[in-house]
């Protein structure tokens, strides 16, 4: 069985936010969203340098609500802003950009 299907999505959002924060990025979550407008993304970064990220995590197979993707969406119209939708798939792409490599 493919190991990246039984990655939870707590357990993916623990290694994101784990190789955030050794990036030196802040990190917010919002651990009650219960009282939040719905389809926030689930982490804020800021690094030093003054990047700042919005992301939305999903399992392998998680499915985009429509008020997620829409604030995914709406967020992305900003200049300077970066937005994205990860999997655990996307591990690799995740540790360059939260490291500041170069993507190709």
Same mark, same amino acid.
């Given at each position: 069985?493919?190991?990246?299907?039984?990655?939870? %999505?707590? %357990?993916?959002?623990?290694?994101?936010?784990?190789?955030?924060?050794?990036?030196?990025?802040?990190?917010?979550?919002?651990?009650?969203?219960?009282?939040?407008?719905? @389809?926030?993304?689930? #982490?804020?970064?800021?690094?030093? *340098?003054?990047?700042?990220?919005?992301? %939305? #995590?999903?399992?392998?197979? @998680?499915?985009?609500?429509?008020?997620?993707?829409?604030? #995914? *969406?709406?967020?992305?119209?900003?200049?300077?802003?970066?937005?994205?939708?990860?999997?655990?798939?996307?591990?690799?792409?995740?540790?360059?950009?939260?490291?500041?490599?170069?993507?190709?």
């Amino acid at each position: 069985m493919d190991a990246l299907k039984l990655i939870t %999505e707590a %357990e993916f959002q623990k290694s994101v936010t784990l190789v955030a924060e050794e990036a030196g990025w802040f990190v917010y979550h919002d651990y009650d969203s219960r009282r939040s407008n719905p @389809g926030f993304p689930d #982490l804020t970064m800021v690094s030093e *340098d003054g990047r700042i990220i919005f992301a %939305e #995590l999903k399992s392998q197979k @998680g499915r985009v609500k429509k008020d997620q993707q829409a604030w #995914l *969406d709406r967020l992305g119209e900003n200049p300077g802003v970066e937005v994205y939708l990860w999997r655990p798939s996307d591990l690799d792409f995740i540790n360059k950009t939260l490291m500041g490599q170069q993507i190709i």
